[in-house]
């Protein structure tokens, strides 16, 4: 139904779905309502609608969209500026049926738009049961119909909606400031109602989860429903708080070295890790970034240093949360504080010994899970400073993962400020949300 674009998603309906009971609606709008048919019934009132031109390319704007493509045919008829006061899209067929007390009260004309042609035809005053307009034989399906007053007046409007994964934005005419509206929005997963209150600006505003899909919205005032309309957003799922793991690679693959120190940790094995120090891709079922260095292999990091030389002093200082900062972002995640070798190192230790035990042999898993669970832990825990085995590294653009095939990756290499270093390698990489 949607005719903007989705990274856009706007609709400007001026007088838009006015008199239009919140029953029947609603539902046509969540694509339960049947308001088409290819035959009568016979229980009701049958018109036969007339073409009376042809669709405008663009539509005409007021009313804007899918109402404003068949508006010149009751221009022809109204004395005055027709306005739009209900619209169905997503229709089918060469008939369409509505419960007479579904139609809008004030109502004069319905248009039907086929193909690139539109029809024409009156609205009963006083009918009972349904009501069903047919195009003349041998038409194209309708694909929209809507309803149009000759002389609307001030009544209150809903005249534009913006829909994102975060927010709905909608824009109103003669609705008193405090007043609330009826939000319903239905998600690929449910249903949920808002009631937000209209602004002395006339807007009103809804907040929305923002990792979940969007299929329709529906919006009443007392009772009368001001807009409908099914659309396809698709929403990112959401980054989990306090991502924030690092990674170095060891015994020829990339391991979990450390985790956040401010909230609940992420399991690491949520990511799945290919490559080596020259190329790796890092995917998750969630939109990351990575954070990572590089350096000329032979430096004074890996293979530069004849064992421990000792080891250095801060070279950081305290923010206000009194964690401690370091020159090299590495040494901040790698560099550890004693409660983070305490809280990590037995964990770390006994979770990914017994788990990568069974992977690399029994000997290699107890002997790595402990020597990195208690070792690793009360080394880098117990003191304070850098080894400097990373001093040589350097910190390269962060990488933002995309969609890829239902999941989000991303590829860092060693290339040094974005050219391809032959004697150089991957130091670390680190995963966190975008948003830090």
């Not at 770390?348 to 990195?372: D, E, Q, S, T, V």
């Not at 390269?396 to 890829?404: D, G, I, M, Y």
């Amino acid at each position: 139904m949607r005719e903007d674009n989705q990274e856009c998603p706007s609709v400007n309906r001026r007088r838009y779905l006015k008199r239009i009971t919140a029953g029947s609606i609603s539902l046509a709008a969540l694509g339960g309502f049947p308001a088409t048919t290819t035959a009568q019934n016979g229980d009701g009132t049958e018109i036969e609608a007339e073409f009376c031109g042809e669709a405008s390319t663009p539509p005409e704007d007021p009313p804007g969209g899918q109402a404003g493509q068949c508006i010149n045919c009751v221009r022809a008829v109204c004395e005055t500026e027709p306005t739009a006061v209900a619209l169905y899209t997503g229709l089918t067929g060469t008939c369409f049926t509505l419960p007479a007390s579904a139609i809008p009260e004030d109502a004069d004309y319905l248009t039907l738009k086929a193909g690139q042609n539109c029809f024409r035809a009156d609205v009963p005053q006083n009918a009972e049961g349904n009501v069903t307009w047919c195009l003349p034989e041998g038409s194209q399906d309708i694909s929209n119909a809507t309803f149009y007053s000759c002389d609307g007046g001030d009544v209150p409007t809903v005249d534009k909606v913006t829909i994102t994964c975060k927010k709905i934005a909608i824009t109103t005419s003669n609705i008193p400031s405090g007043d609330t509206l009826t939000v319903k929005v239905k998600f690929g997963d449910g249903e949920k109602t808002y009631e937000p209150t209209v602004g002395a600006d006339g807007t009103a505003h809804v907040t929305l989860p923002g990792d979940r899909d969007i299929t329709a919205v529906v919006i009443t005032y007392e009772g009368t429903v001001l807009y409908a309309e099914m659309v396809d957003i698709q929403c990112p799922p959401k980054c989990p708080d306090g991502l924030n793991i690092a990674y170095k690679y060891k015994y020829g693959e990339w391991w979990p070295d450390t985790y956040d120190d401010i909230g609940d940790e992420v399991d690491p094995d949520v990511f799945t890790i290919e490559g080596d120090q020259k190329e790796v891709t890092i995917c998750a079922p969630f939109p990351f970034v990575v954070s990572y260095a590089t350096r000329k292999k032979g430096g004074k990091g890996k293979g530069g240093w004849k064992g421990w030389k000792g080891w250095k002093g801060w070279k950081g200082w305290h923010d206000k949360k009194g964690h401690m900062k370091h020159e090299n972002m590495f040494d901040q995640f790698f560099g550890g504080h004693s409660e983070h070798g305490g809280k990590h190192g037995g964990k770390h230790g006994g979770k990914h010994g017994g788990k990568h035990g069974g992977k690399h042999g029994g000997k290699h898993g107890g002997k790595h899970g402990g020597k990195h669970g208690g070792k690793h832990g009360g080394k880098h825990g117990g003191k304070h400073g850098s080894c400097g085995c990373f001093d040589d590294c350097k910190e390269q653009e962060p990488v933002l993962a995309e969609k890829v095939d239902g999941q989000y990756c991303a590829t860092i290499t060693s290339a040094m400020d974005g050219k391809p270093k032959k004697k150089a390698e991957i130091c670390w990489f680190r995963v966190h949300c975008p948003e830090e």
